[in-house]
Antibody, heavy 121, light 107 residues
Framework: QVQLQESGPGLVKPSETLSLTCIVS??????????WSWIRQPPGKGLDWIGY???????NYNPSLKSRAAISVDTSKNQFSLKLSFVTAADTAIYFC?????????????WGQGTLVTVSS | SSELTQDPAVSVALGQTVRITCQGD??????ASWYQQKPGQAPVVVFY???NRPSGIPDRFSGSSSGNTASLTITGAQAEDEADYYC??????????FGGGTKLTVL
């Protein structure tokens, strides 16, 4: 059973960089064909896909983030990370990490429990 | 604005059938996946692709697709199905936007 767990600061100051890590257990981030993903949800609002890293280290991001997001993977620790720079209050959200698999459709089949990040001075 | 459009809210009488829809141009080329989210919990996939229901998801959940519209149907809705439902699909430039979500109320 694959499990994902987010970790990182719950409070970030405006204009600084948000950094989160997702620790994966029960599976390997080195496994092919998976999209190791970040998704967020502002309080009371819907899901917002941030981006993913897959296979050889290729990445893809939500264009709305205007190049502020960066996802990387650390195979030695079996984890992947998100950095979001120049944050504002609009980046306050619950951040989820998830595993995406391409099986007829891209499906996010395993999710972390989510971690709330508040952007405030 | 989202590339995938959902009705904000839908209601269904207990035991009746309800269909939740998701519209977007990308759905002409790619299948959708559907997620159920209850308050304070992470989303859970309930249906995906042409005809795939994950293990443990009741068979009252089914999906379909036609043209630019994907649908999630709950046949015989139960009280525990009350939740927010989101669609997701590959969009332009290989991004993966979610629909805005549909709040399902079971009356």
């Amino acid at each position: 059973q694959v499990q994902l767990q987010e970790s990182g600061p719950g409070l970030v100051k405006p204009s600084e960089t948000l950094s989160l890590t997702c620790i994966v257990s029960g599976g390997s981030v080195s496994s092919g064909n998976y999209y190791w993903s970040w998704i967020r949800q502002p309080p009371g609002k819907g899901l917002d896909w941030i981006g993913y890293i897959y296979d050889s280290g290729s990445t893809n991001y939500n264009p709305s983030l205007k190049s502020r997001a960066a996802i990387s993977v650390d195979t030695s620790k079996n984890q992947f990370s998100l950095k979001l720079s120049f944050v504002t209050a609009a980046d306050t959200a619950i951040y989820f990490c998830a595993r995406g698999a391409l099986v007829g459709a891209t499906v996010f089949d395993y999710w972390g429990q989510g971690t709330l990040v508040t952007v405030s001075s | 604005s989202s590339e995938l459009t959902q009705d904000p809210a839908v209601s269904v009488a207990l035991g009746q059938t309800v269909r939740i829809t998701c519209q977007g141009d990308s759905l002409r080329n790619y299948y959708a996946s559907w997620y159920q989210q209850k308050p304070g919990q992470a989303p859970v996939v309930v249906f995906y692709g042409k005809n795939n229901r994950p293990s443990g998801i009741p068979d009252r959940f089914s999906g379909s697709s036609s043209g630019n519209t994907a649908s999630l149907t709950i046949t015989g809705a139960q009280a525990e199905d009350e939740a927010d439902y989101y669609c997701n699909s590959r969009g332009n430039s290989a991004n993966h936007p979610f629909g805005g979500g549909t709040k399902l109320t079971v009356l």
